[in-house]
């Protein structure tokens, strides 16, 4: 079980993904990458960021970011450690942390709103994933 937002943990999404033929199937259409941000609250007193790139099926980039500027990313997400974690733990709905404001999204909403299959065959692929959280 790795520790979330750790390059262990971002390995083993991106092994899940890549080795998943529904989601290479479900995402054959998605080009787009992601930068995510932890903001730091009473769990996580620090900062952190991680990068995704997604690509027709495909997870071709993973990693943990010291430096957040060293990336232009499509679309951001971000939200402090609590939120994160209620929402990888199913505690908290994705959607409903942005419509209330305690997750912001910067980017084209539209073109992630249109295409539901690939956030679904994401979301399969990612089922078996165990996360631990430091606090």
């Known amino acids: 079980m790795a520790v979330f937002a750790t390059q262990e943990w971002l390995d ?3 092994k899940l993904l890549n080795e998943d033929p529904a989601y290479a199937e479900g995402a054959k259409g998605w080009e787009g990458d992601f930068l995510y941000i932890i903001e730091p609250d009473e769990l996580q007193p620090n900062p952190s960021y991680y990068y ?49 404001r305690k997750m912001k999204f910067k980017g ?28």
Not at 64 to 89: H, Q, R
Not at 109 to 122: G, L, N
């Open 12 to 14: 083993e999404i991106a």
């Open 52 to 100: 995704m790139d997604l690509y027709h099926g495909k997870c071709r980039k993973a990693v943990v970011l010291k430096d957040p500027s060293k990336v232009k990313a499509e679309f951001e997400l971000s939200a402090t450690y609590s939120v994160w974690k209620k929402i990888l733990t199913g505690e908290l709905d994705g959607m409903k942390a942005m419509i209330t």
């Open 108 to 135: 084209a909403i539209a073109k992630v709103m249109k295409d539901t299959k690939s956030q679904q065959a994401y979301a399969k692929a990612l089922a078996p994933l165990k996360t631990e959280y430091v606090k």
